[in-house]
């Protein structure tokens, strides 16, 4: 997936898990968790989002990789 | 009108999803309510044949109001109240009744809050959408790609008054329950640390062969321990009325979940010591989404007999809990870290969670407290068993 794709992607599920969330101003390095102030459900849903849309299968261990959205891009695009 | 909570004085009916003739059996959504918890789904706990909606849409009537009409079928003029209090009626017909008729989507719609209020301004009924958001929610992206589609065949809907909720309202709810609770509940306070190292160690070999979808948190562990430790200690379960503690019906566990845009709202997991931990979690996922949506249903208001609030990975350490009146009992879970704990005598970085309670001194002493957290601890060192 381009890098274009998937950050749109990413954007529109985080959007659907925080409305309010100023993604405008989202830089590619912070903790979504923080800025977008998801708590585990939300960024569970934000995960069995991403495997939906792209059926990658996603090991809770990479979970971590997927905290940012440079971090969630890059690993989209492996 | 049902009483939603000891927080609750009025609600105003928004919308009838049954008309007179229709039949209803017990569990149908036959209103939905607009409180200061948001817009809640009304079920009815009788069956029969609606005869009359007593009360017009846009009325607010206080609890216990009749709204609504529902005769045994054949009955000419019934009077049956319709859900007077969330209490169950016994059911006098043994012949089973055919199903309620199909009544519209809208109930069954997931949609986010700020796609709510844009079909709202937009005119659109969310009913008509399908959504492509979490969990097939409808996002706005949906709302407005139905806007930029031609005109439908059908009359546009009238805009919807079902909106999530208002966080000012929600504020005057919890104040108003939380105050009724500093006042009239003298709280004990205990709390303990638990070593989560056997429990999360199983989880992540359980999430490791499930699919994304169907994969736990440790949140739902917690909720299920916890419900157990419950069955052991059943005085910390119940309600306190009328100068006596009156034991809950069942392990109904009050699950808190914050709100975006501030509040809380607590509704119930029935049962929640019967059910297998990943029914549990499916349960946990689709309260979080309808109680952020706006889709709570009245047996889930007001039918907790105790709360737990798991502040979660990114939560403080500990938790000192609110009783929410009338129950007599909070259990609440701070963020799990890992942190020096000492093991056969040496010392080991483990994940740890402080467990607390806040126990009615009304209703029980620190001991029966005690017992909850130790079993509560017991039942963690064995999640297999959960």
New interface residues.
Partial sequence: MSDVNARSMIV??L??????GDFATLSGDEDL??VL?L???DF??????L??RTGI????ADYPKLRTLDGAIAYLAR | MPALGADMEAGTLVEWLIKPGDKVKRGDVVAVVETQKGAIEVETFNEGIVSELVVPIGTKVPVGSLIARIGAPGEIAPERPVAAVPQPVPQPRPTPLPAAPPRPGRADVRITPAARRRASELGIDPATLSGTGVDGAVSIADVEAAARRPAAPTAPAAPLRRIGFNAAEMRKAIATAMGRSKREIPHYYLSQTIDLGAALAWLTAFNDAQPVPNRLLPAVILLKATALALREVPQLNGTYVDGEFRPGPGIHIGWAISLRGGGLVAPAILDADMRPLTELMAMMRDLVQRARAGGLRSSELGSATVTITSLGDRGAETVFGIIYPPQVALIGFGGIAVRPWVVDGRVEPRPLVTVSLAGDHRASDGHVGGLLLNAIERLLQEPEKL
Avoid: K, L
């Fill in positions: 529109d599920i959007g659907g898990i925080a409305p309010e968790r923080e102030n708590d585990s459900m569970m849903n934000f995960i069995v989002a495997h939906e299968d996603i090991p809770e």
